[in-house]
C-alpha cells in the first residue's frame, strides 16, 4: 500500500525559512520521479519542484520557486524532503508530496493528476 506522509510545515514570518519532509512507504522508492505540489486559496493546484530516483540528480521548480526552494532525498531512508527558504505570504499553501503525474512537469495539473500523494502539510507565512 502506497503511503507519502507529509510533515513541517507551520506558521513562519515572512523572510523565513521551512523545510518540509515526506516519509515514503509501499513501492521501490528509489525508482521512482518525487513532486512536491502545492495548493492555495483561491489559485489552484500548482508545480513546486520534482527529483528523479536513483539514476542521475535532475530537479525541477516551477517559476514561483526557483532560487529559493531545494528539495533533496535520501534513497537510503525513503524520504523527500523541501527546504524554502525567502518564503513570502504567496507561499501560503498546502503542500503535497506526491508521485507518478499524468502530465509533465508544468502542464496543467487538477487532482486527478498523479497517481499517489499524501494528505498535505500546511505551510502559512504570516507577520
Known amino acids: 500500500q502506497v503511503q507519502l506522509v507529509e510533515s513541517g510545515g507551520g506558521l513562519v514570518q515572512p523572510g523565513g525559512s521551512l523545510r518540509l519532509s515526506c516519509a515514503a512507504s509501499g513501492f521501490a522508492f528509489s525508482s521512482y520521479w518525487m513532486y512536491w505540489i502545492r495548493e492555495a486559496p483561491g489559485k489552484g493546484l500548482e508545480w513546486v519542484s520534482g527529483?528523479?530516483?536513483?539514476?542521475?540528480?535532475?530537479?525541477y521548480y516551477g517559476d514561483a520557486v526557483k532560487g529559493r526552494f531545494t528539495t533533496t532525498r535520501d534513497n537510503d531512508k525513503n524520504m523527500v524532503y523541501l527546504q524554502m527558504n525567502s518564503l513570502n505570504a504567496e507561499d501560503t499553501a498546502v503542500y503535497y508530496c506526491?508521485?507518478?503525474?499524468?502530465?509533465?512537469?508544468?502542464?496543467?495539473?487538477?487532482?486527478?493528476?498523479?497517481?499517489?500523494w499524501g494528505q498535505g502539510t500546511q505551510v502559512t507565512v504570516s507577520s
Open positions: 527529483i528523479s530516483g536513483n539514476i542521475g540528480g535532475a530537479t
Open positions: 506526491a508521485k507518478e503525474p499524468r502530465v509533465r512537469f508544468g502542464g496543467i495539473i487538477d487532482k486527478d493528476s498523479f497517481r499517489s
